[in-house]
Nanobody
Framework: QAHLVESGGGSVQIGGSLRLSCVVA????????LGWFRQPPGKEHTSFVA?????????EYADSVKGRFTITRDSTKNMIYLQMNNLQPEDTGVYYC?????????????????WGQGTQVTVSS
């Protein structure tokens, strides 16, 4: 079992920055993947944004956020972060923190076992 709680969402203008945080509770192993997905407004699906293994050795990003977003984790505090810079309107959505015990390949394929309640990010002109 795992429990996740996101925070840090909000409203920013185009080009602005936000930092999302997620506190996770549970028992984790080095290759467990932690990450962020987002759900655009009016859409039912979520899409992969970024992922990192618990040991920090493997990191993956969606092409749309490469160079703008940075995922990190602090295993001593059981925290995951997503630093989002140069935000664009297409980044708007509900961002979910996720955990996938099967690893980062499964996470990037769009599968995750645990998720939080989500935090809203709105980017406007």
């Amino acid at each position: 079992q795992a429990h996740l709680v996101e925070s840090g969402g909000g409203s920013v203008q185009i080009g602005g920055s936000l930092r999302l945080s997620c506190v996770v509770a549970g028992r984790f192993f080095s290759k467990h993947a932690l990450g962020w997905f987002r759900q655009p407004p009016g859409k039912e699906h979520t899409s992969f944004v970024a992922g990192i293994t618990w040991d920090g050795r493997d990191i993956e990003y969606a092409d749309s956020v490469k160079g703008r977003f940075t995922i990190t984790r602090d295993s001593t505090k059981n925290m995951i972060y997503l630093q989002m810079n140069n935000l664009q309107p297409e980044d708007t959505g509900v961002y979910y923190c996720n955990i996938e015990p099967l690893g980062i390949s499964t996470l990037t394929a769009g599968r995750f076992r645990y998720w939080g309640q989500g935090t809203q990010v709105t980017v406007s002109s």
